[in-house]
């Protein structure tokens, strides 16, 4: 390629150019003008409302429970679950989903049931990661749910690695990758964009931008025009997208995901939203952030928004919602008390699954530990009569 020759000194600067937000649907429903508004038929577009709501129930329901001891921590998604339901719905089943750890609507998309949010949430030995993982670290090998893992990015670089070897593999799948702004200020995401970059993965990223990591507020994370910027500077396609808009997100991840498989390139997308919740059960979002601020972003509420448009659709109603939002508040709610009264796992679960067979030093450890819940069973009423083997 020739280059582009200037002869005097000039610096570039994005600052001039901000990049454009895809916007389609306004916060009362309607439409934007002159709006080009995804193929979405009436089945699917429910489908993707019920998984907002039940995201919704879900959240609200379990932070309630871990305020009553019932669980140690708990991370919610709301506000944000357009940008998960919009890029969930827009990918194959066969597709592998690596997220952070608030995506619970994109396996809620997927058919996680209720019970086995639970199982997880609560430890029992009925969950499929055997009561081994923190609470919302789900995973789904049957729904191709990557493990969720605790430090922060770890999942960008291994979603471009896992999109190249579906590459290889000649593979009709790619591979859809979650994660905050935040996480961008981690150098596995420099790693793992450039990687997918130069290698051609069809992998595509979905930068969550919900205004804060943790406590820190975006303005004081960085000085750039967010985090698409930063795909163009990787030369990945890139797009920002208003968050709340569901819409929006779905036609922007429905050509991402084509872009992805046809050409083997990765895509971006920045979803432009804010987390109305805390960071965690462990954050209280009012030492940094107004209460004004939040009351401004809850007028936008992405479910809210999503329910107008389907109501002027003449596809849902106002009691279709009620009728809706009860059953599924009683459904948390019942299964939530029926898991509580599940097993927990068996105790030699812990050193199982690493190694075909336990190595010595895991065996005599996991012997002391046996040794000191004998010795001390009062501290340990779920783990008596726990055998290895």
């Known amino acids: 390629m020739t280059p582009n020759l200037i002869h005097r000194a000039q610096f570039i600067s994005g600052h001039e150019l901000p990049i454009a937000t895809l916007s389609l649907l306004n916060a009362d429903g309607g439409t934007q003008p002159g709006a080009q508004l995804p193929e979405l038929g009436q089945q699917q577009a429910l489908k993707m409302y019920r998984s907002m709501v039940y995201t919704r129930v879900l959240d609200e329901r379990m932070i309630s429970a871990q305020r009553q001891g019932r669980l140690s921590f708990y991370v919610s998604c709301i506000g944000e679950e357009a940008s998960v339901t919009g890029t969930a719905a827009a990918f194959a089943p066969e597709d592998m989903i690596m997220g952070q750890y608030r995506e ?6 997927r058919g996680f049931s209720s019970e086995q949010f639970m199982d997880q949430l609560l430890g029992r030995a009925a969950d499929l990661g055997k009561g081994r993982q923190m609470p919302v670290h789900y995973g789904s090998a049957e729904l191709n749910f990557m493990t969720i893992s605790s430090p922060l990015a770890t999942q960008i670089p291994q979603a471009a690695g896992y999109a190249y070897a579906q590459k290889l593999a000649g593979k009709a799948a790619c591979t859809l990758c979650y994660f905050g702004e935040g996480a961008a200020s981690e150098g596995d995401f420099h790693a793992g964009l450039n990687m ?3 290698l051609n993965c069809p992998v595509v990223f979905v930068c969550r931008n919900n205004g804060y990591a943790i406590s820190t507020p975006a303005a004081e994370q960085f000085k750039g025009d967010g985090i698409a910027a930063r795909g163009v500077g990787y030369g990945i396609k890139t797009i920002r997208v208003d968050g709340n808009d ?3 997100v779905y ?3 429905t050509q991402a995901r084509k872009l992805a498989l046809q050409n083997n390139e ?6 432009m939203s804010y987390r109305l919740g805390a960071h965690s059960t462990s954050d209280d979002p009012s030492g940094y952030r107004s209460r004004d601020e939040e009351d401004k972003w809850r007028e936008k509420d992405p479910i809210e928004r999503m329910r107008l448009w389907l109501q002027t659709k003449g596809w849902w109603s106002e009691a279709d919602d009620k009728k809706l939002l009860e059953s599924y508040r009683r459904e948390v709610l019942e299964t939530l008390k029926r898991v509580e009264k599940k097993p927990m796992p068996p105790l030699g679960d812990l050193i199982e699954d690493v190694y075909r067979h336990p190595p010595a030093h895991l065996q005599q450890q996991f012997a002391e530990l046996q040794q000191h819940i004998a010795k001390y069973p009062e501290h340990y009423p779920i783990a008596g ?3 290895h083997g």
Do not use: D, W
């Not at 619970?104 to 998309?109: F, I, K």
């Not at 990765?266 to 979803?271: C, F, M, S």
């Open 385 to 387: 009569g726990a055998k």
């Open 266 to 271: 990765p895509v971006l997308i920045e979803t």
């Open 246 to 248: 569901l819409l929006a």
């Open 104 to 109: 619970q609507a994109a396996l809620s998309y």
């Open 251 to 253: 036609a922007a991840a």
């Open 196 to 198: 997918a970059a130069v």
